[in-house]
């Protein structure tokens, strides 16, 4: 059974720094591309960000590019979210999606919470 | 901008046609639009990718098009268990960016 656990969400002030992770099962996590997505409560779907299955390729959306780094460690079946300079504006459920063959958003997680407050 | 309604109202067994609009460009199969559905404190489950490619569990009754310069997912005999928010998401690969829509709300009723 394919499983995406996400965990590292909590409260944090703003200006302040946060990790998520990602933990993958089920599959043959160095195969596949993944994707961060998020969702501001009540809010739509944002794309944040894609690494492809070696790392050496990733994407971010502008929201985040500069503050965010993603990073993925095939030999844990992790994938990560270092989230610096947080502000209000992102609070939001963070999911991670996994891609599989052609099609990047595959399976997802079922997200953590994110409440970037003071 | 990708472009969505933001809500749509099918009766239950008839046929609905939900869009995806792009502001800077008519959606083209290189956009490679995904259709995604979720329902309440749910996570999304992607339905279609690649415009009109399905999944093992996508339920025959979804349809993934392009339609008038303009991605469409379209829903024929609905059902009460497809009351959710839809999203489309496309890829912008000319700026290395993907977007998603801003989410259709489907009543059956």
């Known amino acids: 059974e394919v499983r995406l656990v996400e965990s590292g969400g909590g409260l944090v002030q703003p200006g302040g720094s946060l990790r998520l992770s990602c933990a993958a099962s089920g599959f043959t996590f160095n195969t596949e591309n993944m994707n961060w997505v998020r969702q501001a409560p009540g809010k739509g779907l944002e794309w944040l960000s894609y690494?492809?299955?070696?790392?050496?390729?990733?994407f971010y959306a502008d929201s985040v590019k500069g503050r965010f780094i993603v990073s993925r460690d095939n030999v844990k079946n992790s994938l990560y979210l270092q989230m610096n300079s947080l502000r209000a504006e992102d609070t939001a459920l963070y999911y991670c999606?996994?891609?599989?063959?052609?099609?990047?958003?595959?399976?997802w997680g079922q997200g953590t919470l994110v409440t970037v407050s003071s | 901008v990708v472009t969505q309604e933001p809500s749509v109202t099918v009766s239950p067994g008839g046929t609905v046609t939900l869009t995806c609009g792009s502001s800077?460009?008519?959606?083209?199969?290189?956009?490679?639009c995904y259709w995604l559905q979720q329902k309440p404190g749910q996570a999304p489950r992607t339905l279609i990718y690649?415009?009109?490619k399905k999944f093992s569990w996508t339920p025959a009754r979804f349809t993934g098009s392009l339609l008038g310069g303009k991605a469409a997912l379209t829903l024929s005999g609905a059902q009460p268990e497809d009351e959710a928010d839809y999203y489309c998401f496309l890829s912008y690969s000319s700026s290395s960016n993907w977007v998603f829509g801003g989410g259709t709300r489907l009543t059956v009723l």
């Open positions: 690649d415009t009109s």
């Open positions: 999606a996994r891609g599989y063959g052609a099609a990047w958003l595959y399976d």
């Open positions: 800077t460009a008519t959606v083209t199969s290189s956009h490679y």
């Open positions: 690494i492809g299955k070696t790392g050496e390729i990733i």
